[in-house]
C-alpha cells in the first residue's frame, strides 16, 4: 500500500491509501475516494479540472512538457508545481506525496 496527503477543494485534509495502479491515474483515485468534482475529460488531459499542487514528493516528478503545460497555463491559478492529476500514474514514485486539489477555473 501507498499514501498520498491530500487537502481537497474545501480545505479538507485526507490521507488517501491506494495499490500500485489500482486506477489508471491520479485523478481516478482522487474522484472515487473524495468524490470531488473533478476529471471533466476523464483523464484525457485537456480540460484542466483536475489541476492539483504538489507540495512534497520524495522524488522529482517529471513534468510532462506540450499539452499538460499547455493546459496548466490557461488555468487563472497556476503555479510552478502544478500538475493535472490524470497525468500521474498511481505507484511508487508518489508515495508520501503532499497534494492540493485546486480544481478548474
Ligand atoms: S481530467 Fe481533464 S485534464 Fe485531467
Not at 473524495?34 to 473533478?38: A, K, M, P, V
Not at 483523464?43 to 479540472?49: E, F
Not at 490557461?74 to 508545481?81: F, G
Given at each position: 500500500m501507498y499514501t498520498v496527503y491530500v487537502i481537497d477543494t474545501i480545505g479538507d485534509a485526507h490521507v488517501l491509501e491506494f495499490k500500485k495502479?489500482?486506477?489508471?491515474n491520479l485523478m481516478e483515485l482522487l474522484v472515487n475516494k473524495?468524490?470531488?468534482?473533478?476529471g471533466d475529460c476523464k483523464?484525457?488531459?485537456?480540460?484542466?479540472?483536475c489541476h492539483i499542487r504538489v507540495?512534497?514528493?520524495n522524488t522529482e516528478m517529471q513534468f510532462f512538457e506540450g499539452l499538460e503545460n499547455n493546459i496548466l497555463k490557461?488555468?487563472?491559478?497556476?503555479?510552478?508545481?502544478s500538475r493535472l492529476a490524470?497525468?500521474?500514474?498511481?505507484?511508487?514514485?508518489?508515495?508520501t506525496m503532499k497534494i492540493e486539489i485546486i480544481g478548474g477555473d
Open positions: 495502479f489500482e486506477y489508471r473524495l468524490h470531488d468534482e473533478i483523464g484525457r488531459g485537456l480540460c484542466g479540472t507540495h512534497s514528493s490557461k488555468q487563472l491559478a497556476y503555479y510552478p508545481d490524470c497525468q500521474i500514474l498511481l505507484d511508487e514514485h508518489i508515495d
